[in-house]
């Protein structure tokens, strides 16, 4: 069965920290993963991606310093550490499943999505 189901949202005041995860079925074992985040009104943009082979990472300019993508390949899940947040980091974040590695991944080539986590970060 295929599963991308993401956990760990929540509301936060700014300046706070939140960890997401990211629960897959085995059949995403030799995927890259990645992390995406939409906030209302605006495309879906590429926030962290996670290579299964070489512990490759990369992270959008605008949460590096910040966040933190890192994967338990052992319990299937990946991970976004989230910190300093701030109100402009508000947005439903999703997780996805690559058959190819990209630094910037675009999100119209993904084909395996999670049903997505809110993050709403106050002021």
């Known amino acids: 069965q295929v599963q991308v189901v993401e956990s760990g949202g929540g509301s936060v005041q700014a300046g706070g920290s939140l960890r997401l995860s990211c629960k897959t079925s085995e059949f995403f074992n030799s995927y890259t993963m990645a992390w995406f985040r939409q906030a209302p009104g605006k495309e879906r943009e590429f926030v962290a991606v996670?290579?299964?082979?070489?512990?490759?990472?990369s992270t959008a300019d605008s949460v590096r310093g910040r966040f933190t993508i890192s994967r338990d390949k052992a319990k299937n899940t990946l991970y976004l550490q989230m910190n300093s947040l701030m109100p402009e980091d508000t947005a439903i974040y999703y997780c996805?499943?690559?058959?190819?590695?990209?630094?910037?991944?675009?999100?119209?080539?993904?084909?395996?999505w999670g049903q997505g986590t809110q993050v709403t970060v106050s002021s």
């Open positions: 996805a499943a690559l058959d190819y590695y990209s630094n910037t991944p675009d999100p119209s080539t993904i084909t395996y």
């Open positions: 996670s290579s299964w082979v070489g512990g490759i990472t």
